[in-house]
């Protein structure tokens, strides 16, 4: 297990090297720089030149990177070009609030997804499983955006039940409660969309277990049903679950964006938009970073449930997690 | 993703195509060719009242302190120490005064900062109670000098006097390349600027230059507070960002920035002027999507919006709580026309014969473009000049009335002849080209799918392309490499000089002529313009040039135009005389000092 957990370790630090070199060249090989973006038109070309020597813009790329690469090593995130400010006092704050609203969804959505597809998973075609269905297709064919402003209409503006938009009311940052309130429409809308294929694959993945061999031998052995499906069955059932909520990560951290822009989130989705529209490569380098760092943990955290969740899966030296 | 930068970069336009122009924003005639709007009114009453408007705000204040007194409050007399809550687009970047180059943080800098003068609603240089120059500046004989003397009571918000050495500080800090200063164009005609006494300062020009008056429109940044930061590292320096640092002298002071959320201003404590502001509280709140910002005026959530989009006008006005401002702006839109055969794919430049671009004026249909696109927000403009404004040429320039016959008997006269594929040609060469703007402005998006539609009716084939703002900017505009282009530009600076676009003297890279057009007559005219402080006979050389370059027509001027600005008048009130005025740069918050708001 440790030897494996370092090799793993060891392989994730190369990955995001190679994700930096990547990303760093991709930012810098796009058309117009941050100078374009900010400094004015009537800027006479050797004032420009000044500013953009000041800012280290017009060093060769590969020290560029070299630089970055440096002051990341010691935690130093860099600055924003145009207005010198920390990358990590804007990115940190960004990062906490997409978190709190997407952890929300996630599990709320969690929560409702796998017991009803265990359960649509046992009573196949009945009301409940058709209703599923239904929410599905919705959730997989409404704009996310589109709801988000249907509720917005409907309980906020028509009825005054909940706040439009923003993280808190002002004066009341901190407040539990009105984070709460604030939390309810943005998290309903992702819950659909979340919901829509969690339900599926959860029942899909109950189906295929429950038609197994060693499902049947409990049942013939006259185990309850209760039984059968939570301890023979759902930890089974959870592998391939697992590993969807491993690959959905990425979209997890930075799919929020549209919602965020709707309801006014201060998150990280938005952030990036605004940053890319800027060129301020630190920040940019610094989301792609937060978010393969992210992508690369929830991997491995996925990797070491399938151990827990099934004992067949060894980790160590026979060559890795079973896939 | 690329699809939300798009629509974003659309936004960041308005912020950052704001090249320093010119023109003057008379408000009478631009406001009052906006019928159906709700603060049309009155402009005559408030052209005269805004002349003396020292006199009109002490009365108001007068009366606000003997309202708190009385038992009953008098619905006319303003509430103190009432919240403003302002929904706008786009964070600030930074609000030192040297810096700003975007709207967000200009608003901002507009509201905690005084300026050495002001303007007045016609955009005439004032000294109100709140600027910190005295009396108007005194212009020498010859033109060269301006002496300017300030009132001995300003004060920063840390107490400290306000005086000469923040002038000069000011001053020489823009005009030092190290500095790299946005608005440092503005003041290199500047020969030497001599501290007379504590509270008089002397500005020598190098020649006649008489945009210059517009350069003392402007706010100060304390020298005892920066006078040792290494002019080098000014720009990456606390000031402007930090709230505890920004040291400002306007009625309110910068107390709060959350980035990406909002931006809060709280009366300024050691406030020194006679008319102190109502407003104890100004918000900014950041929406980055305009829907939400209107469905939160709706809501009451914020109480104003600079501007919201076109599209969103209808939801608005079903609100009777709301009001809208639609009188134009200081910008306007144009297609500009290059003069440079290399920027052709078959290297012949098809808009070198005057009558062929004459005959684009007459085959856009531009007054449609205003009434259908811009939804009324708009008005025609034949030269550079705003309408109203005292360079406005009005009928000295001509009007290109929509006219498809008259544009193809014109490219005929041209050597024009239709093709087997019904397009124009002239020589073996097709009239096709490629009309740039940036991709995600809707506005532009529309009216570049009318000209294809007007020109391809005359035998004109254009493609209409859209471009990522900032790669536009790099390879195409900067640099002069376009065919054709449809773009604005906003006044920000009130005077009509505009010979950095329009001269031969400005090609790319030092200048902004992009389209490589040069007609020495105009040329001349725009050095003449600058070299007389008489504003009579500067007003003849712009109406001069008014006439002869909407006959010329490096551009084809489209329109004036503007977003509506949004005012919850149920909850923020101010005096006709202290109401927005759009045709000026930040007009929106014209006279905001003497505003008031019922919310706490």
């Known amino acids: 297990m440790t030897e494996y957990l370092v090799r793993r370790l060891f392989q994730s630090v190369l990955v995001l090297f190679l994700i930096s070199i990547l990303t760093f060249a991709m930012i810098h090989a796009a058309p117009g720089g941050p100078t374009q973006v900010f400094l004015a038109p009537g800027l006479s070309p050797e004032a420009a030149k000044v500013q953009a020597h000041n800012l280290g813009l017009d060093r060769p790329v590969l020290v560029q990177y070299s630089i970055w690469l440096g002051h990341l090593v010691t935690g130093d995130l860099g600055y924003t070009f145009k207005n010198h400010i920390p990358v990590g006092d804007i990115l940190w704050p960004t990062v906490k609030n997409t978190m709190v609203l997407m952890g929300a969804a996630w599990l709320f959505s969690l929560l409702i997804a796998i017991p009803w597809g265990i359960y649509n998973s046992t009573s196949q075609y009945g009301f409940s499983d058709q209703t599923s269905s239904f929410v599905s297709y919705i959730g997989f064919a409404m704009p996310t955006f589109w709801f988000g402003i249907i509720l917005q209409e409907y309980f906020s503006l028509k009825h005054d039940w909940l706040p439009l938009s923003d993280m808190y009311t002002m004066g009341k940052e901190g407040n539990m409660g009105d984070l709460f309130m604030h939390l309810i429409l943005p998290v309903s809308v992702l819950t659909l969309g979340f919901l829509a294929s969690y339900t599926k694959y959860a029942k899909a ?25 939570f301890r023979h069955a759902l930890r089974n059932a959870l592998i391939p679950i697992i590993t969807i909520l491993g690959l959905d990560l990425p979209i997890l951290v930075g799919g929020a964006a549209l919602t965020e822009r709707v309801f006014n989130w201060p998150g990280m989705g938005r952030l990036f938009v605004d940053m890319a529209v800027a060129r301020e490569y630190s920040v940019l380098m610094s989301i792609t970073l937060v978010v393969s760092v992210i992508v690369v943990v929830g991997n491995l955290v996925a990797d070491i449930l399938y151990a827990i969740v099934d004992p067949r899966v060894q980790l160590g030296s026979k060559g890795g997690a079973a896939r | ?50 002349s003396n408007s020292s006199t009109t705000n002490t009365a108001t204040t007068d009366d606000s302190t003997t309202t708190n007194d009385t038992a009953t409050p008098d619905p006319n007399a303003p509430v103190e120490g009432g919240t403003l809550t302002v929904g706008t ?38 000294v109100e109670p709140w600027s910190i120059a005295a009396e108007l500046p005194q212009i020498s004989a010859d033109g060269k000098t301006y002496t300017v003397k300030l009132k001995n009571t300003v004060k920063w918000n840390d107490g400290q006097p306000l005086n000469a050495d923040d002038v000069l500080f000011t001053y020489n800090t823009v005009r030092n390349p190290d500095a790299g200063a946005p608005g440092i164009s503005a003041f290199d005609k500047i020969d030497s600027i001599t501290k007379i006494d504590d509270y008089t300062v002397e500005f020598k020009l190098k020649q006649v230059y008489a945009p210059f008056q517009y350069s003392l429109y402007s706010s100060l940044v304390p020298a005892h507070v920066l006078k040792d930061v290494p002019v080098k590292e000014l720009s990456k320096n606390a000031y402007g960002v930090d709230p505890t640092k920004t040291v400002t002298s306007g009625p ?13 201003l709280e009366t300024n404590p050691n406030y020194w002027g006679d008319v102190k502001p109502h407003l104890g509280k100004i918000i900014y709140k950041i929406y980055a999507d305009q829907n939400t910002e209107v469905q939160a005026l709706i809501k009451g959530d914020i109480q104003m919006s600079e501007a919201i989009p076109v599209t969103s006008m209808d939801a608005v006005k079903a609100n009777d709580k709301l009001s809208t401002i639609l009188a134009p702006g200081p910008q306007y839109e144009y297609v500009q026309f290059n003069f440079k055969d290399e920027n052709f794919p078959d290297k012949v430049s098809p808009f070198k014969g005057q009558k062929t671009r004459q005959a684009i004026a007459y085959a856009l249909n531009r007054q449609g473009m205003v009434d259908n696109v811009l939804k009324g927000t708009g008005k025609l403009m034949n030269s550079p000049f705003l309408p ?9 320039a001509v009007n290109y009335a929509f006219d498809p016959e008259k544009a193809k008997s014109l490219l005929a006269e041209d050597g024009w002849v239709a093709g087997k594929d019904g397009i124009l040609a002239k020589d073996g060469h097709r009239f096709s080209f490629e009309l740039q703007y940036n991709a995600g402005n809707s506005r532009r998006e529309q009216v570049a799918a009318i000209i294809q539609q007007n020109l391809k009716d005359v035998g004109i084939e254009v493609t209409p392309k859209g471009i990522d703002f900032a790669t536009w900017i790099d390879q195409n505009i900067t640099p002069g490499k376009f065919p054709a282009i449809l773009l604005s530009w906003s006044l920000s600076n009130p005077d009509p000089d505009a010979e950095s676009i329009f001269s031969s003297k400005y090609f790319p890279p030092a200048g902004q002529n992009g389209g490589w057009y040069k007609n020495e007559s105009i040329d001349a005219l725009w050095t003449k313009g600058q070299l007389t402080t008489d504003q009579s006979a500067r007003a003849d050389v712009y109406h001069q040039i008014g006439k002869e370059i909407s006959t010329d027509l490096p551009y084809v001027f489209l329109y004036q135009y503007g977003l509506p600005q949004v005012v919850d008048q149920s909850t923020l009130h101010w005096a006709d005389a202290d109401k927005p005025e ?6 929106y918050l014209f006279h905001a000092i003497n505003w008031w708001s019922d919310k706490k």
């Open chain 1, 205 to 229: 993945s109950m189906l295929e277990v429950l038609g197994q061999d060693y499902i049947r031998t409990a049942r013939a052995k006259g185990l309850r049903e209760g039984r059968v499906i």
């Open chain 2, 1 to 50: 993703m690329s699809k939300r930068f798009r629509v974003l970069s659309c936004l960041s336009v308005i912020a950052l195509v704001g090249v320093i122009l010119s023109g003057c924003g008379g408000s009478d005639n631009n406001s009052s060719s906006n019928n159906g709007t709700s603060n049309s009114s009155a402009n005559s009453n408030t052209t005269s009242n805004s």
């Open chain 2, 89 to 126: 687009f786009s964070d600030i970047v930074s609000v030192n005064p040297i810096y700003i180059n975007d709207t967000s943080s200009g608003d901002i800098e507009n509201l905690i900062n005084a300026r050495l003068y002001d303007v007045d609603r016609n955009a005439n240089l004032a």
């Open chain 2, 252 to 264: 309110w002071k910068f107390s709060e920035w959350k980035q990406g959320q909002y931006i809060t």
């Open chain 2, 388 to 396: 109203g404004s005292w360079a406005d040429p009005g009928d000295q």
């Open chain 2, 582 to 587: 759009s045709s000026l740069g930040y007009g």
